[in-house]
């Protein structure tokens, strides 16, 4: 049996070996307490749910959505002009099934086969992977701590800039929790204008920003629509992740491209699901601030723990995440001590050097369990000895 050069050797998500270790942890009888995945563990509001249980009793809902209902597109178009200040129309739109199947994507319309596509190091796992699939040249721009893990438009050489065709950004950024202000949108704009780059931004974690500042959209920068577009989910800002469902939004040209790539592998987004978008982005927003308010409690609990036990790790600025650095016994070896933590504590967490090259000697941990919870996991790290 022959497989695939290019990914029938591909290695599992570094969450499917996580997921392997914890649950021969958990047969032995130990708790494990899983701070790896980014999946909500807060509910819904119910008038969603109560929406999307009575989109499914009806047997239309169950044929393909082929495109978004008129609805749906008012219902982006008025939550962009209320939350960002952004004027949309409906060729700005289109839904995907997450924002990870719409990165997956969204390089085949836009790029050829050796083109340059510039990546932030550490990213999230898709940045990377979705332009490998067209044979695209990576090339990565280092997110620093000393740049507070912003993107360096300087430190780019010139010649990959020039040869640069897309650009991929995300901030609030996963894994770093780094946030970018007005600034920085400027300076992005106005460098993939000078080099004539497509800008891909990813802004899934703009309601999750704690200690003050707001989430920004790309789009609200001057001269965006011209460049770019980006993708904003309704999963972490509604508790929604398991119905999948994004939107890319900007350039009407981009979008159009998009539409007719994915009109080849997707029938559109399933009218039921279309139902509970359109309930979250028109009905009462107070969702939004329930989960910042959470989740900055979570993180100031954890950190504060951390701390005490003799770990020192830094605040998150925001995103449901933290990004901290492993202690200093470990060296840069943020694997060895991922699952030393998991056999040793209990905890699950993730290697930062799985998010790339310049991750090495941190782990992410998802703020998805609550401080009762969030307490037994400072007990058993303290309790292990893993920090001696």
């Known amino acids: 049996m022959r497989f695939s050069d290019k990914f029938g050797q591909s290695e599992a998500n570094i969450l499917m070996d996580l997921d392997e270790a914890k649950n021969r942890v958990e047969k032995t009888g130990r708790e494990v307490i899983n701070l790896s995945i980014g999946t909500p563990d807060l509910p819904p509001d119910k008038f969603v749910m109560d929406e999307v249980s009575k989109g499914f009793l009806d047997p239309e809902n169950y044929k393909y959505g082929m495109t978004e209902s008129p609805e749906l597109v008012d219902a982006v178009v008025n939550w962009y002009k209320r939350r960002y200040g952004v004027e949309l129309a409906a060729e700005n739109i289109t839904a995907v099934n997450g924002s990870q199947e719409g990165i997956a994507h969204i390089a085949f319309p836009l790029i050829n086969r050796g083109d340059t596509v510039l990546v932030p190091d550490p990213c999230y796992q898709i940045f990377g992977f979705g332009p490998t699939l067209v044979d695209a040249d990576m090339q ?63 802004n899934a974690y703009s309601e999750l920003i704690y200690d003050g500042g707001e989430g920004m959209s790309f789009l609200q920068t001057e001269g965006a629509m ?12 509604y508790n929604l992740t398991g119905l999948r469902l994004s939107f890319a939004l900007g350039n009407a ?66 995103t449901m995440f933290t990004w901290y650095p492993i202690p200093e016994k470990y060296g840069n070896d943020d694997v060895k001590f991922t699952f030393d933590l998991l056999e040793r504590a209990g905890v699950v967490c993730v290697p930062g050097s799985s998010f790339g090259e310049h991750g090495k000697g941190h782990v992410r941990m998802a703020l998805v369990r609550p401080c009762e919870t969030l307490a037994r996991a400072i007990d058993n790290i303290a309790k292990s000895g893993i920090l001696q």
């Not at 950024?173 to 920085?184: E, G, S, V, Y």
């Not at 011209?226 to 993708?231: A, H, K, P």
């Not at 998009?258 to 139902?275: E, L, T």
Request: charged content about 30%; hydrophobic content about 40%.
């Open 140 to 202: 990565y721009m280092p997110l620093l701590k000393e740049n507070d893990f912003l993107i360096d438009f300087d430190a780019i050489p010139e010649d990959v800039a020039k040869r640069a065709r897309l650009m991929i950004v995300s901030y609030p950024n996963n894994p770093t929790t780094a946030q970018a202000d007005r600034d920085f949108y400027v300076r992005l704009v106005e460098f993939a204008k000078k080099y004539d780059i497509t800008v891909i931004h990813d």
């Open 226 to 237: 011209d460049v770019g577009i980006e993708f904003n989910s309704l999963s972490k800002s």
């Open 253 to 318: 040209d981009i979008i159009k491209r998009f539409r007719a790539f994915r009109s080849q592998i997707d029938y559109g987004i399933c009218k039921g699901v279309q139902n509970a978008a359109i309930a979250a982005l028109n009905g009462p927003q107070d969702i939004l601030e329930r989960n910042r308010a959470e989740y900055k409690k979570r993180r100031d609990f954890l950190c504060d723990g951390l701390n005490r036990i003799g770990w020192r790790v830094p605040l998150s600025d925001a």
